[in-house]
């Protein structure tokens, strides 16, 4: 087993149809793992290998058809691991294993959108359209609800598959049929490499910087530094973080800016694996950040950006704006099998420094500030009315 590459990855609630699957998920990637995994011990006479015999036999001597073998082998183990009953773990064919790695990495081809599960209508919406994507040209927009993909219907229980049903081979063709306004319009739309930035920065009034931060991809927190070097040249008196919508990403990443603002050996993140065995990360150098901070989160900020909150938050570093939090705080196991093919599984539960639960909780915010009534998202709205960010400028101009 090759450790040598460990890449913490939150494939999160907010999918991007570029496609960064971001909730979704925290992972370990290993390289490579030996054919052994297949078997993992287990005798060939098992119960679950003598019912896949039986019904082979059964298919090939009766089914009328013609059967593609490599079809039913991936259909036979997605089927064992959905049986997890786990949102998380996923098997991948090898197209799909290669795939998933290239969005780790950072390397993305599809329409480029956020999208988001509605709970309370059971449908998929989008946030936004990522800027210059063939989204955004298209004509998609915050708020439209996506009824159909390619003539196919789906609601809000498909959310976790329906990137893997929207992004494709660049070059090629996906059809969206979108309601709006209670009027459903199609869009043809085509497939292309997106290029993502996951930093924004600027000065707002009374000098206090301002940082959004979309996803942590590969290199986020170098790009971090560069940005917030910038504002701190400018005499800012105090930073606000934006995490709102923020799925996740490479946890890595995420410690790594937690470390700039926390002074040296502070606990930032506590994993318990199957054992109960705990690891914990420690931040490491002396920060770079000395100006009072403010968190922006929201329902949709989520996995590593959750680690980012609760490492500063609990060593009261930060105030934390906005609505209590996603709640997804289990880490993933990429694992690579010998044909290329591999999975993705639940290996991890992680805490924060005081050992308190995130996985389905969330984490409060010390002031809670929703937005206005009527306001999907925060893509959508101006400023001025946006009374979270409001807030977070209230509190620095204070400090």
Known sequence: MNRSKRIYKSIMLIIIVALVTFILTSVFLYNKIGSSYYLSGKTVDSQLLRKIYALKGIIDSEYITDVNEDDLINGAIKGYVEGLGDEYSEYFTKEEMDEFKMETEGNYVGIGVYMAKNTKDNN??????????????????????IKKIDDVAYTGEDF???????KGKEGTTVKLEIERDGKEITFNIERKNIELYPIKSEVLENNIGYINIDSFDENTKEKFKDVYTELNKKNIKGLIIDLRNNGGGIVDDALEIADYA??????????????????????KSKPIITQPIVLLV????????EILVAA?????????????TYGKGVIQEL??????SGVKITIEEYYTPNKNKING????????????NGVGSIYNIERKDDTQLQ???????EK
């Open 335 to 340: 694992i690579t099998l010998s044909d290329g």
């Open 391 to 397: 807030e977070a400028i209230k509190v620095l101009s």
């Open 160 to 166: 976790e598959k329906v990137s893997s049903y929207i």
């Open 262 to 283: 926390l002074e040296k050996n502070k606990v930032m993140l506590v994993t318990k694996d199957k054992t109960q065995k705990e690891e914990i990360e420690k931040s």
């Open 124 to 145: 998929i919406i989008i946030l936004t359209p990522i800027e210059n994507s063939p989204a955004e040209k298209a004509g998609l927009l915050p708020g439209d609800i």
């Open 312 to 324: 500063l938050k609990e060593n009261n570093r930060a105030t934390v704006v906005g609505e209590t």
């Open 361 to 372: 909780i969330g984490i409060k915010p010390d002031i809670e500030v929703h937005l206005p």
């Open 298 to 305: 929201n329902e949709n900020t989520a996995s590593s950006s």
